[in-house]
């Protein structure tokens, strides 16, 4: 079965320095991965994906993701965090499963990302 | 273009009774997906409807269910209710293919007292 782990529950860094949020998966063939932000009382918003193509995926407020298909990893990160992205932060890996093709997502735990003024 | 709503926001209930909670897709998507956000548990997948057909459900008790209508909205309900159902319940929807990030409503606050 498909995974997707987050192995902080907590990353916490100072603004102005470079944030990474790690994400880690395991799939059956190519994966689709996400990265999700989620403030508070707030549902999710999607920041980039990764499909096919270039490992480095930009995505919104300036946040990046590098996939590496040897260590099975899907890194978020930003060269400069601010205040403002203090928040949950979900990834995701969509999951094929059966003859029929059906799939859904699988969401890690999330990891809250705080930035210290 | 508005995003994906829901409602009721707030919904207290009591153990045994059911509850119904609703979303509406953004326009021009078709797939529907129910999440179950419990404290401290991250995202649980509950159903996905597509073209008014549900395609999958993740690990829930058969007391979990919904439909989608045919002008894509869909609803959820829970019968039965116990205490830990009490959760955010989060609907978002896609596009067709190749689109496949979602996008989310603001959540359903489900207390079960």
């Known amino acids: 079965a498909q995974s997707v782990a987050q192995p902080e529950d907590q990353v916490n860094v100072a603004e102005g320095n470079p944030l990474t949020v790690k994400c880690t998966y395991s799939?059956?063939?190519?994966?689709?991965l996400f990265w999700y932000v989620q403030y508070p009382n707030r549902g999710l918003q999607f920041l980039l994906k990764y499909i096919t193509g270039d490992n480095l995926v930009k995505g919104s407020y300036g946040f990046e993701a590098e996939f590496n298909k040897s260590q099975t990893s899907f890194h978020l990160k930003k060269p400069s965090a601010l205040v403002s992205d203090s928040a949950l932060y979900f990834c995701?890996?969509?999951?094929?499963?059966?003859?029929?093709?059906?799939?859904?997502?699988?969401f890690g735990t999330g990891t809250r990302l705080k930035v210290l003024a | 273009e508005a995003g994906v709503t829901q409602s009721p926001t707030h919904l207290i209930k009591t153990r045994g009774q059911q509850a119904t909670l609703r979303c509406s897709p953004i326009s021009g998507h078709t797939s529907v997906y129910w999440y179950q956000q419990a404290l401290g548990l991250g995202l649980q997948f509950l159903l996905w409807y597509d073209e008014g057909e549900e395609r999958n459900r993740g690990n829930f008790p058969p007391r979990f269910s919904g439909r989608q209508f045919p002008n894509y909205s869909s609803e959820l309900n829970v019968n039965a209710l116990e205490l830990e159902d009490s959760a955010l319940y989060l609907c978002?929807?896609?596009?067709?293919?190749?689109?496949?990030?979602?996008?989310f409503g603001p959540g359903t606050r489900l207390t079960v007292l």
């Open positions: 995701a890996v969509r999951d094929i499963s059966g003859a029929s093709g059906t799939y859904k997502y699988i």
């Open positions: 799939v059956s063939g190519n994966p689709y």
């Open positions: 978002a929807s896609r596009a067709r293919a190749p689109y496949n990030e979602q996008f």
